[in-house]
C-alpha cells in the first residue's frame, strides 16, 4: 500500500469557502471554482428554534428562540429581517401564522395554545422569504399537544402492518469484486422507524460468506469479500420475529472505491481498485476532494498502487459532515463517503448553581461561563428550566441546535433519535454515528450539478423589513397618478410619504418595526377635491406557503407524554386549584352589565364559555379614542383596577390557605390566546377592539387556575370597517389592521417573599423562560429565579451562537425537596 504525502497549502478564501490543496490541477481547480460560485452566489440560510419544552397542553404557552444563520459556517444572519413562523395541526392545515422580527439574527415568540386545540402531533415551521430558494432548509419540528378534545383518537395509536424493509450500502457505492468492502445496512419498519434485525449472507452456491446483526436503530455494518460472477441475498430475522430473504446490490467486475476511518484525530483515507480497474487505469490522474462547513481540501496524485492511502489531521474542518469525493481524471466522480467529524471547536458552556438542592419557591441563581477553544466568548444564547417530574424528557429524541445545525440540516432523509449521537462520546456512539453516515445522503449540493454549472440566480430576496402597497383610484376607479400618499400610525407619531406612479400605484418599503394589528391610516394629499375623490385600497398580505405533508415516520411518545401531562396533571390541577383556593361570589350573565350592546348574549366575543357568559361587557365603541386601553376601561369596569396597565379584580376573592386576600392580576385572554400573567395590555390599540370582557367566579372557572384572580377577555374587531370613527374607510382615507411583527409575551415567573403554603399552588412546568441571554465580553452571564411547588430534578437548558458563529448546548440538572 502506497502513502500519499499530505502537503497542504492554502490556496483561496471566498465568501465563507476555505480552499487548501497540493497542486494546480484543472479538475480540482474547476471543483473549487464551483463550490466557490456556489458559497458566494448561493448563500444558505438556516432558522433554528429552541423551545421550553418538548411537548405541550391546551391552554399551555409554546415559546421559542429563533436562531437565523447564514453561510457555510453559523454566523448569525445579516441577510433576513424578517421570519415567517407557522403552526401547523394535525390534519396539514395552518392553525396560526405569525412573523418575527430578526435583529441580529435573532429573535423570539410564542403561540398560546388555546384549550379547545385537538390533542394530536402539531408541526412548527420556520422560514424566511430568502429560504424560499431552498426550501429543504425550511425548520419544521413536530411537537405533540395534549388536550382532553379529540384525546380518544390521538390516544389510538394505530398499528402500521405490513413487511419490515432492509436496505444494504456499500461503502465508497458500489460492491467490486475482489475488494473487501464494508457494507452498511439499515431496517426499517413498516412505521418508517428502525428495527433491530440480524442475519446471515449467503452466495448464489448457497455458501455463508457474512453474517450480521444490527447496533442501533436497525443500523450496522458488516465486512464482505465479493467474488466475480456471484450474487448475494441475506436471510434475516426482524425483532418480532418475521423473517425474509433480501438482495445485496450487484456486483460490479472492476471498479475502485474509498474507504474511510476516523482514528486517534485523523481521517484514513484508502483508495482501493480491483486488478481489471486498476490494469486498465495504471498511472492515470486522481483526485481528492474533502468538503466540510465551508472548507475544502484537494489532494492531486496517481494512480500507481491497487491501495493508496493518507492521513488528514481532523482539525482540519470544523464539527459536523464531511463529504470526500473521489474524481477521475476527466473529473467524473468515481466514489463517495460522508464521515461526521466531532473536534473541540464548540462554545463550552458551563453552568453553575448556588446550591445543588433547593426548596419549594426558593430562589435560585445560576452563573454562565462561555468560552471558545478556553477564550472568553461573547455571544447569544437562551434559557429554559422545566419540573422534569411533570414533563419527562426523552433526551434521545430531542432535537437541538447541534442536532439540527450540525447533523440533521446536513443530510437527506430522517434521523432517528438525533441526540443519541451526541449525548455520550464513546465508541460504540461513533460506531453508530458512522452507520448513519454510510446510509444517509449529502444534501447541499450534487456534484453533477454543481460541475455542469450552476443554475440561475436565486429568485427569492431576502426580506429585510415590512413593506406597505395598495392602488389609489378616483371615484370613478381611474388611477390617481403622481399623487403625495401619506401613512399614518394611529397615534400619529409617525408619518411616512410616498407618491403614486402612472397607475396609482404606491409602496411603502422598509417600514419601521410595527407590533401586530397596528392601525395604519392611508391619506391623500393635495387639492381638496383630490382628498374628496380618492379611494384606496390594500394589496393583501402575501398568503402563507402551502403545507406540504411531512414525510417522516410520527412518533408516538411524545404524544403519549402530552397526553399523560394533561391527564395526570393540567385538568386535575385547574379543577382541584379553582375548587381549593377560590371562594365564589357567584353572578351569572344575568347580573352582567353590558354597556351598549344590541343584544345582550349576542356579541363579538372570544370567550370560551361564548358571548352572554361574562360578569360584565364593554363595547370597544365606549373608549376607541382612549389614549391606552387601561386608561380607556378604568371607571367603566367595576372591581377592576389597572396598575401599569396590568388589570387587577378587586372582588374576585381569592384568599390563601390562611384566609388572607391576595391580589394578584388578572388573566387576560386576547381574541382566544391567553397572555402571560402580568403584563400589560396597553400594547393592545383601542381602536382595535371589539368587546372587553370580564369574567370572575363560575364564568371564570372555564379557565382553570389560571382563571382563579378572574379573567379579561379581550376581542379584536373583524374588520376595519368596524374601526369607525376617523378610521375606516372614506374618500380621500383608509384605515386598515397591519399584518406586523409578533410581540413576543414576557414570561411571568412569581417572585415569593413569603413562605410555601401562604398562596395558591404553583404549578408551572415552565419554571423559567428567558429567550435572550447575552455573556459579556468575558464570557459571563447570570440569571435568577424561583422554583415552583413541584418536587424532583429540574433541568435547566442553555443553547446558543457566539460571536463568531460556534454554537453550544448544556444540560444542567438540580433537586427540588
Known sequence: MKKILYACAFLAAFCNLHAFGQIDNPVTNNIVSGLKSLSGNHIIEKAYLHFDKPYYVAGDTMRFKAYLTQGEHYDLSKLSGVLHVDLIGPGNMIVRSIKLQIVGGIGW????????LNAGNYRVRAYTNYMQNAPEYFFDKTIAIGSAMNAGMAANKTEQKGQADLQFFPEGGELTSGMVSKVAFKAIGANGLGVNVKGVVFDNTNAQVAAFSSSHLGMGAFYLQPEEGKTYKAKVTFADGSQGTFNLPAVQSKGIALAVQDTLGKLSIEIRSNKAYFQENLNKSISLVIYGTGFVNTVNTKLDSRRLSMDIPNSQFPTGVVQITLFSQTGDPLSERLVFLKNP???????????????????VSVSVAAKDKGNAAGGHFSVAVIDESKVPVDENNETTILTYLLLTSQVRGYVEQPNYYFLQNNNQTAADLDALMLTQGYRRFTWKKLLAGRDSAFAYAPEKNLEISGTAKNAAGAPVKDMDVMLLTTDRRSTLGERTDNNGKFRFANLPAMPDSTILTLQATGSTKMKNNTVFTVDADKPGLAVTEKKEPVLQGDLDKAMAFYAGYNKPAL??????????????????K?????????????????????????????????????????????????????????????????????TEPMLVVLDGSELELGQSIDNIN?????????????????????????????????????????????????????????????????KYDVKPGTSKPDLRSTILWLPELATDQNGNASFQYYNSDGQGIYRVVIEGVDDKGNIGRQVYRYKVE
Open 109 to 116: 415568540g410564542d403561540f398560546p395554545l388555546a384549550f379547545a
Open 345 to 363: 471547536d464548540l462554545v463550552d458552556l458551563t453552568l453553575a448553581s448556588n446550591k445543588s438542592i433547593y426548596n419549594k419557591r426558593e430562589k
Open 575 to 592: 379543577e382541584a386549584g379553582i375548587a381549593k383556593n377560590t371562594l365564589y361570589s357567584p353572578r351569572t350573565s344575568a347580573n352582567a
Open 594 to 662: 353590558n354597556v351598549e350592546l344590541n343584544d345582550k348574549n349576542n356579541y363579538e366575543s372570544s370567550n370560551l364559555g361564548g358571548s352572554g357568559h361574562a360578569d360584565q361587557v364593554v363595547s370597544g365603541d365606549k373608549f376607541k379614542n382612549a389614549p391606552s386601553l387601561s386608561t380607556g376601561l378604568n371607571g367603566l369596569l367595576h372591581g377592576i383596577s389597572f396598575t401599569n396597565g396590568i388589570p387587577y379584580n378587586l372582588v374576585s376573592n381569592v384568599v390563601s390557605s390562611q384566609g388572607t386576600p391576595l
Open 686 to 750: 383601542p381602536l382595535s377592539v371589539a368587546t372587553v370582557e370580564v369574567l370572575s367566579g363560575a364564568n371564570a372557572t372555564i379557565y382553570g387556575v389560571r382563571g382563579g384572580a378572574g379573567v379579561l377577555v379581550i376581542t379584536s374587531r373583524k374588520n376595519a370597517a368596524d374601526i369607525g370613527g376617523p378610521a375606516g374607510a372614506t374618500l380621500g382615507t383608509l384605515s386598515f389592521r397591519m399584518h406586523g411583527f409578533y410581540l413576543g409575551r414576557e414570561f411571568y415567573s412569581p
